[in-house]
C-alpha cells in the first residue's frame, strides 16, 4: 500500500488526476467535444507543472531538511522523476497540437503558462518566483485551475455556457485544497507568502479549509442538485482537512487533502 501511494502522491499523479477529473467531469456534464484529449492534456500539463516546481523546490530543500520524506524519496528515485517529467511534459505538447485552437484558447495557454512558468522559477526582483508575493501562492494556484478547467470550453468557443458557479465554486475549492498543504510547509515556507496558516495558526486554518470546502460543495449542489456523493465529498473532506497534519501519516493525508476535488468532478460526470 505504502509503495503505491508513494508514487502516487510524490510523482504528482494523485493531484493530476484529480485535476483531470474536474476536467472531463465539468465538460461531460456540458456535453463539449474532445473530452478524452482534454483529460489527458490537463493530466500531463499538472504533473509537468507540480514536477517542474517540486524538483525546484525540494533541491532548495536539501540543504535545510534532512528528514523530508517526498525529499529523500525524490532523491533515491531522482532519474526516474526527470524521466516521467520529461514524458509528461511531451504528451503535454503533442495533445496541445492536436486541441482546436482559438483566441481565448490561446490566451488561457498564455496565462496559466505564465503562472506555472513563473510560479517557482527565479525573477530577481521577486525573489525564488511570483509565489513569494504576499497573499500570492493560493490565489494563483486556484486561478490556474479555473483556467484549465475554461480550456475545453474555450476551444469549443461555447464559454458562453459557463455559469458564474463554475469558476466560484472551483476557485474555493482549490484554494482550500491548498491549506493542508500550508500546514504542512509551514516550518519551511517564508514568512512573507502570509499563507492562511501563518496568519491564523495551524489549528484555525483546518476550520477556514473546510468551511470554504463546504461552501464550495453548496454551490455545486445548487447547480446540479443533491447526489450521494455530496455526503462522501464532506466525509473526505472532513478528514482531510480536520485530521492534524503527522509525518507518519503523510501520504494518507495529502491522498485525501485532493480526494474532494476528485469527487466534485465525478459528481459532474454522473449527474
Not at 65 to 90: E, K
Not at 123 to 133: A, D, E, K, L, S
Not at 160 to 175: G, S
Request: proline share 5%; net charge positive.
Amino acid at each position: 500500500m505504502r509503495p503505491a501511494l508513494s508514487i502516487l502522491i510524490y510523482t504528482n499523479s494523485w493531484v493530476a488526476l484529480c485535476v483531470a477529473s474536474l476536467v472531463y467531469g465539468i465538460g461531460s456534464y456540458f456535453r463539449l467535444p474532445h473530452l478524452a484529449l482534454f483529460a489527458i492534456w490537463s493530466f500531463t500539463g499538472t504533473v509537468s507543472a507540480y514536477q517542474l516546481h517540486r524538483l525546484f523546490r525540494l533541491r532548495q530543500l536539501k540543504h535545510s531538511v534532512r528528514s523530508n520524506r517526498r525529499l529523500l524519496w525524490m532523491q533515491n528515485t531522482y532519474s526516474f522523476q526527470i524521466i516521467w517529467f520529461i514524458a509528461n511534459f511531451l504528451s503535454c505538447v503533442i495533445c496541445t497540437l492536436y486541441i482546436p485552437i482559438t483566441k481565448v484558447t490561446l490566451l488561457l495557454f498564455g496565462l496559466d503558462g505564465f503562472i506555472v512558468l513563473f510560479y517557482a522559477l527565479p525573477i530577481p526582483f521577486i525573489g525564488n518566483g511570483i509565489r513569494n508575493i504576499p497573499f500570492a501562492k493560493n490565489i494563483l494556484i486556484s486561478i490556474s485551475w479555473v483556467l484549465i478547467v475554461f480550456v475545453p470550453f474555450a476551444s469549443a468557443k461555447r464559454l458562453d455556457l459557463i455559469p458564474w458557479e463554475i469558476p466560484t465554486l472551483l476557485f474555493i475549492a482549490a484554494f482550500a485544497q491548498i491549506i493542508p498543504f500550508d500546514s504542512r510547509d509551514i516550518p519551511h515556507d517564508r514568512k512573507s507568502l502570509f499563507t492562511i496558516p501563518q496568519l491564523i495558526g495551524t489549528q484555525n486554518a483546518k476550520y477556514v479549509g473546510f468551511f470554504l470546502l463546504v461552501i464550495a460543495l453548496v454551490l455545486q449542489m445548487s447547480l446540479l442538485g443533491f447526489h450521494w456523493l455530496l455526503p462522501l465529498t464532506l466525509f473526505c473532506g472532513a478528514i482531510g482537512h480536520l485530521i492534524s497534519f503527522k509525518v507518519g501519516y503523510q501520504l494518507r493525508l495529502e491522498f485525501m487533502w485532493d480526494l474532494p476535488l476528485g469527487l466534485m468532478g465525478l459528481w459532474f460526470l454522473v449527474k
